[in-house]
């Protein structure tokens, strides 16, 4: 796949029983130009994860000393011994945390390489949204058709997934808009737009996305939750924000390439497993030919997730570390 001054590196993993290891191979860039981390022979992306995990250590010393304020007016002593003891205890738990984010980052440069990350976001290098599915070819692991309509079920939560027929201009991209939408229980919880462009290549690229979580209190009404953060939520081109491959058009047994990078904020990234996978749902099914990815992210430390896709219909499977499984159960294409 044209890499695109994205980092790729296909290493030999074997994650998942029954998958055939991959050959050896290693993609990247050659060394960027002299900068502020020259010193640190051009391993950019280990310097990027040290930073991060200053930048970690100084949020949590930040987040501490406001808890510690408001423990300071609590009037009752009891209450206010407790609280001071919570604050403790969150530090160090958070304290820990970053390390571990840390460990992570530095465990992604392994598999991606030392390169700067700093994709080429060419507005001439996407097609137009609205010829996707009509005079270009889609994804066939993601197809950006309008009127797409994916439904998962997953324990109690319900994910409802349409391709939109509104675009947004991202850092002069058109991208597709893409919503969201998990329900627990019949509730809204996430409600979420995403923004995609397809490359000329056939490649998915992921430039942002509006994440609104949702939570009803008690006393409230079901049916207007309350919007309760927008964690998760970036755009490519603001505040350092980058685009990432989100599936590409022609995977490979080893492939690894970062989704999103919005650092402390979003920095998914998956790993191609296999392309022969086997599985069944509801909805769909796939017969040796189920593309497996392994999705996991250096902000969640050890939590990963593997996805089966199926050709001509997208994700139709999602398995946690525990075995949890999201399922398709209904699918429409226009």
């Not at 509006?210 to 207007?224: K, V």
């Not at 509801?282 to 030919?289: I, K, Q, T």
Request: hydrophobic residues 35%.
């Amino acid at each position: 796949m044209n890499k695109q001054n994205i980092n790729v590196t296909r290493k030999a993993r074997s994650a998942v029983p029954g998958v055939i290891m991959s050959v050896v191979l290693t993609g990247g860039l050659a060394a960027g130009t002299q900068g502020a981390w020259a010193g640190n022979g051009h391993k950019y992306c280990s310097a990027t994860a040290k930073a991060a995990f200053r930048a970690c250590e100084n949020e949590v010393t930040d987040d501490y000393w406001i808890a510690q304020a408001i423990c300071i007016n609590v009037s009752d002593d009891g209450d206010r011994a407790e609280c001071e003891a919570d604050a403790r205890e969150a530090k160090e738990e958070d304290k820990e945390l970053c390390s571990e984010q840390r460990d992570a980052r530095m465990e992604l440069c392994s598999l991606v390489g030392e390169e700067r990350y700093d994709p080429d976001f060419d507005p001439t290098s996407f097609v137009d949204p609205d010829a996707i599915g009509d005079t270009v070819a889609a994804n066939p692991y993601f197809p950006l058709i309008p009127g797409t309509t994916w439904v998962y079920e997953g324990g109690d939560e319900t994910i409802t997934v349409v391709v939109t027929d509104k675009t947004k201009l991202i850092d002069g991209v058109t991208c597709r808009v893409v919503n969201d939408v998990v329900e627990d229980d019949g509730e809204v919880i996430e409600d979420t737009d995403d923004w995609y462009a397809q490359h000329v290549n056939g490649d998915v690229w992921y430039c942002g996305e509006l994440a609104r979580d949702f939570e009803t209190f008690e006393g409230d009404n079901p049916d207007d939750p309350e919007l309760v953060e927008i964690e998760g939520s970036f755009k490519a081109g603001r505040d350092g924000d980058k685009p990432g491959i989100l599936m590409p058009a022609v995977p490979q047994v080893g492939d690894v390439y970062r989704q999103e990078v919005s650092l402390g904020n979003a920095e998914d990234a998956a790993e191609v497993i296999s392309l022969s996978g086997t599985e069944m749902v509801p909805a769909a099914e796939c017969n040796n030919d189920c593309l497996i990815t392994r999705d996991f992210t250096p902000l969640e430390p050890g939590i990963e997730e593997y996805k089966y896709h199926a050709p001509g219909v997208g994700m139709i499977l999602e398995v946690d570390m525990e075995g949890n499984r999201v399922e398709l159960v209904e699918v429409t294409t226009p």
